[in-house]
């Protein structure tokens, strides 16, 4: 099995920054992608920023400039810095990691994992 536990959401004002953590354990072998996925209420999850095991990244166009991700393979965390928030950036933020778990080393097969969910509030 593999755990994720999300951390650093709340309530900032606009223009301001918040850290967001995913920290993945259990039996895991290795780890593939890792991302951000956020959810505004009524409206659909919609992808805010991957990075894959070698470091590249892809960012939505409504944070690019502002949000970072970013990954630490040796505690399988993947943190997104967020900067200049909007109130528009206002929603539950989850965290995916494609992990590969030590039974299917041989295989390399990947599945997600979901986050809890973290709530980020941008007032203005």
Not at 33 to 51: C, F, N, S
Request: contains cysteine.
């Amino acid at each position: 099995q593999v755990q994720l536990v999300e951390s650093g959401g709340g309530l900032v004002q606009a223009g301001g920054s918040l850290r967001l953590s995913c920290a993945a354990s259990g039996s895991i072998y290795s780890i593939n992608d890792m991302g951000w996925y956020h959810q505004a209420p009524g409206k659909q999850r919609e992808l805010v920023a991957t990075i894959t095991s070698i470091g590249n990244t892809n960012y939505a166009d409504s944070v690019k400039g502002r949000f970072t991700i970013s990954r630490d393979n040796a505690k399988n965390t993947v943190y997104l810095q967020m900067n200049s928030l909007k109130p528009e950036d206002t929603a539950v933020y989850y965290c995916y990691v494609a992990v590969i778990p030590i039974t299917s080393w041989w295989s390399r097969a990947a599945y997600d994992y979901w986050g809890q969910g973290t709530q980020v509030t941008v007032s203005s």
